[in-house]
């Protein structure tokens, strides 16, 4: 049996496949438990995507200024 | 194939290698500001906070030399001790400790000024900065995976994935196949799941 790959799988996920292909595969999903298995993958691969935006937006809104004082000079408070 | 340049530090860390100055303030200045904004420390304070936290692990030798902090020579560098345990801790503990120190501080210089009690540095915050780690994590391993796949193939990843732009709009603009574009998604995040298992090893 041939299986799709998880490209085709975005394809097919994301709608952009032909009609005919889109049937083919739904109905290959139903009775393949490896391309059903590497479906869910990419759910997971959503969830890993997600996250990653919440990283890159945790620092993006941090204060731009890097500091300029002397080490040697600075006023210790403690 | 691979492209490799750079070490991580988070690399460096484990295998007890020497870290430049410049590399691990740019690295960790990040994630020490987010740390100090959890205490709700302001602008100064947090500017303080980053240059303590850099005393502290270079200590020795910024205390035996005087010039501007920006101007720190490449050859300064420290070599963590990994007998100190997870460098993750290690590193909570003295920007939670000088954290609470500048709060201190703060408190006793205006005692008038907003009375809430001081954090505990050994409890609480745990969880917000095992989440905080997990970001620095996350985006010390896309800066990793920057430098080992084929540029095009991270640019397709970024483009669609972290920037949002759709397989169709990517593809389109790198002169490529929706099918390639989805195909480096997949790519990248496999890299990407081995390079965070790989630094989440240790440190």
Redesign the interface.
């Known amino acids: 049996m041939k299986h799709y790959?998880?490209?085709?799988l975005?394809?097919y996920r994301?709608g952009?496949m032909g009609v005919l292909g889109r049937l083919q595969c739904s109905r290959h999903l139903r009775e393949c438990p490896t391309c059903a298995r590497r479906m869910k993958e990419l759910g997971d691969?959503d969830a890993?995507?997600g996250?990653?935006?919440?990283?890159?937006r945790?620092?993006r809104d941090?204060?731009a200024?890097?500091?300029?004082?002397?080490?040697?000079?600075?006023h210790r408070?403690? | 194939m691979a492209y490799t340049t750079r070490k991580s530090l988070l690399r460096k860390v484990r295998e007890g290698d020497e870290i430049g100055w410049r590399e691990f303030y740019c690295t960790y200045r990040p994630l020490i500001l987010r740390r100090g904004m959890d205490f709700k420390l302001r602008p100064q304070e947090l500017d303080d906070l980053l240059q303590r936290v850099m005393e502290e692990f270079f200590q020795k030798e910024l205390l035996a030399v005087k010039f501007d902090i920006d101007n720190i020579p490449p050859e300064l560098t420290f070599r963590y001790d990994n007998g100190r345990g997870r460098f993750r801790d290690f590193l909570r503990r003295v920007v939670t400790n000088h954290a609470c120190k500048i709060l201190r501080a703060r408190r006793d210089q205006r005692p008038l000024d907003g009375d809430s009690p001081l954090p505990d540095p050994e409890a609480g915050e745990d969880a917000r900065w095992e989440q905080e780690w997990r970001c620095h994590l996350l985006n010390e391993a896309l800066r990793e995976l920057r430098n080992q796949v084929a540029p095009v193939t991270f640019q397709a990843f970024e483009m669609s994935s972290l920037k949002e732009h759709g397989a169709r709009e990517t593809a389109a603009f790198l002169g490529i196949s929706p099918a390639a574009v989805y195909t480096a998604r997949s790519r990248c995040l496999a890299r990407l799941r081995k390079i965070v298992k790989e630094l989440e090893v240790r440190p």
Do not use: C
């Open positions: 790959t998880k490209a085709e975005e394809l994301h952009e691969d890993l995507v996250e990653l935006r919440e990283s890159l945790f620092y941090l204060p200024a890097e500091p300029r004082r002397s080490a040697s000079t600075r408070t403690s």
